[in-house]
């Protein structure tokens, strides 16, 4: 699970990818065939257009189950807010599924800490099944984690109004939007 932000477009878009565990090795193969020499990782925001354009093709050829949570009305002054909106309707979303292990992309103490209060708080409201395994995890020694950074990316500019990248993404999708004023 992974984020992208487009400030002044005020969107917020939090973005999911169910790898099956009997394809995450060539998941992540194919991943790894996708770094230039030298490149610890992918992160579609250091990606040009060229780049992104064949991380884009290589992303759909593994032709994954996305869900996506697009949050509108994003205020600058109310970031954590929208997270936490989008974040409980994705979790929502991965548990109806039958998605019991998520792994995030770890932020910074303070970030992830706020985002394991709110899974608390919804396990708490029984909001989120107790056998739901939560965890963060390193981009740098997980390359599982560079497929939602990738589609959070496709989806954050089709939302900006280029969607020729989301147009080659096969596989099942689940979209919502939630409003983050």
Known sequence: MDESMRLEEGLYVLAAVAVPVDRAAEYRAALRGLLLTKQPRLHWRDEDRKRRLVIARAVAALSPTL??????GLLPAKQRRARRKCLERLL???ASNDIRHVVMERRNAAGDKE???LVNALRARQALPHDMHIQW?????E???WLPDVVA???ARAEAGDDSL???LRGERMTERVICE
């Open 115 to 117: 985002d394991l209060d």
């Open 166 to 168: 989301w147009r080659l």
């Open 137 to 141: 995890g390193d981009p740098l020694a």
């Open 143 to 145: 390359e599982l984690l």
């Open 153 to 155: 990316g496709i989806v």
């Open 92 to 94: 929502w979303q991965l």
């Open 67 to 72: 869900s996506i949570v697009i949050g509108a």
